[in-house]
């Protein structure tokens, strides 16, 4: 059963001030096939960034609504959900580090599982609910040797807490549409890159310490393997699946773009130094090969057929265009990266919410 576009008058997305959520904001806004509210329930943790929006938030004022909070605070979300009447349920908010979750998995439990449980319970007690769509990672699959790809019937196997803590709330989230018949859609994304990407992901900390002649992380041998995609193709695909995916469906996305890790830091390394012109030392040279991540998964690749061939999706990016993108949005951003470098974002917030965490 698909539900049409008219359903949706007033979306809740959720960590909308983040990576691919203020991608997916921006996408849908400049779409115009939407014509409802947004609703950005956003945290504002150190990855939300409320200057991704600042001009969309201006632009279209009418229909943009952000609120500072927590998805794990209950009568908050219940309140959003009255206020707004809320109908569909975008939900991006998460802790999404593996390397964070690593040394303080806490806020992981707290925010991606009970976080989600909250938010499938206010989603229940709404009258007029069309869709939760809620927005997965292909970690939770586990780690691939050689051969072989992720498809939507793999088993799960998740091997850190950030995966593991992915795992369950996509285990919730299907519970929900099971037993409650909560119209549910998830979708498992491979890694992302593009604008907006907080530098502590790869692509944003390799291409800034290139251009700022510091050292290259690679961790271990530097032949983990990942699947790449740039963000608007990711955000495209999750409005399809919004607007026509099954409900109690699974889709994976993926970008057919396996790379080891230090093939993407080569190709990035090349095209900063293409960039900036000729200097001395080639970026290349900054490379290091440092201890490798605990329990550190080796390789992911999605079959991405099924939104193929029931959706008609497929990434409009391959990674040479989409790479020089990204490039040039972080050399042409110069204010967003130093005010991200130096956390003054964060002032900003002071400034506007008080208190910080
Ligand atoms: P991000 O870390 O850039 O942004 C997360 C956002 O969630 C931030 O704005 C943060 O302030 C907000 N947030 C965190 N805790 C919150 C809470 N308790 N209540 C409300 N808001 C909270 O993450 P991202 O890379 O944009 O990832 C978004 C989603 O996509 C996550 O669910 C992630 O698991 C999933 N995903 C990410 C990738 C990727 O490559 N980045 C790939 C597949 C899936
Ligand atoms: O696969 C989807 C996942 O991709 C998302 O679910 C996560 O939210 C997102 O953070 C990302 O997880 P990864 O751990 O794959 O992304 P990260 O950018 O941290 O690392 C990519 C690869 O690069 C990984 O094999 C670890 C390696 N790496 C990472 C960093 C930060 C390095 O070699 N050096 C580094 O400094």
Redesign the pocket.
């Known amino acids: 059963m698909t539900h049409g576009l008219q359903h949706y008058h007033n979306v809740l997305i959720t960590g909308g001030c983040g990576f691919i959520g203020s991608n997916f904001i921006r996408y849908l806004f400049e779409q115009h096939d939407f014509s409802g509210k947004l609703i950005n329930l956003d945290l504002l943790t150190y990855a939300g960034n409320p200057e991704n929006l600042l001009d969309i938030q201006q632009k279209y004022a009418e229909r943009y609504i952000f609120q500072r909070g927590d998805i794990s605070d209950k009568s908050l979300v219940a309140q959003l959900f009255e206020k707004y009447d809320i109908d569909s349920v975008c939900h991006f908010a998460a802790e999404?580090?593996?390397?964070r979750s690593i040394k303080q998995p806490d806020s992981f439990i707290q925010t991606n599982i009970v976080g989600t449980f909250h938010l499938l319970e206010a989603s229940l007690r709404q009258k007029n609910f069309y869709r939760f769509h809620h927005i997965s990672?292909?970690?939770v699959f586990g780690s691939l040797g050689p051969e072989g790809v992720f498809t939507e019937e793999t088993p799960y196997r998740p091997r850190n807490p950030?995966s593991a803590s992915?795992a369950s709330s996509d285990h919730l989230v299907r519970a929900y549409g099971n037993t409650y018949q909560l119209p549910v859609t998830i979708s498992n994304?491979?890694?992302?890159y593009g604008p907006f990407q907080f530098p502590?992901?790869?692509?944003p900390?390799i291409i800034l310490n290139a251009l700022e002649k510091k050292p290259l992380?690679?961790?271990g041998d530097?032949k983990?393997v990942?699947d790449w995609l740039f963000v608007t193709d990711h955000c495209e695909a999750i409005w399809l699946i919004m607007k026509q995916g099954r409900i109690g469906e699974t889709y994976n996305i993926g970008g057919m773009t396996e790379r080891e890790?230090i093939d993407i830091v080569h190709t990035i390394c090349d095209l900063v130094d293409d960039r900036i012109g000729q200097h001395s030392t080639p970026s290349r040279k900054l490379i290091r090969f440092v201890q490798d991540?605990p329990g550190?998964d080796r390789r992911?690749a999605m079959d991405f057929r099924k939104i193929k061939n029931e959706l008609g999706w497929k990434p409009r990016e391959n990674l040479d265009t989409g790479l020089k993108k990204t490039v040039d949005w972080y050399l042409m951003n110069q204010k967003w990266v130093e005010q991200v470098r130096t956390g003054e974002y964060r002032k900003w917030i002071k400034d506007q919410y008080g208190e910080i965490s």
């Open positions: 999404s580090h593996v390397d990672t292909d970690e950030y992915k994304c491979s890694n992302n502590e992901k790869l692509i900390l992380p690679v961790y530097g983990h990942r890790n991540r550190h992911y």
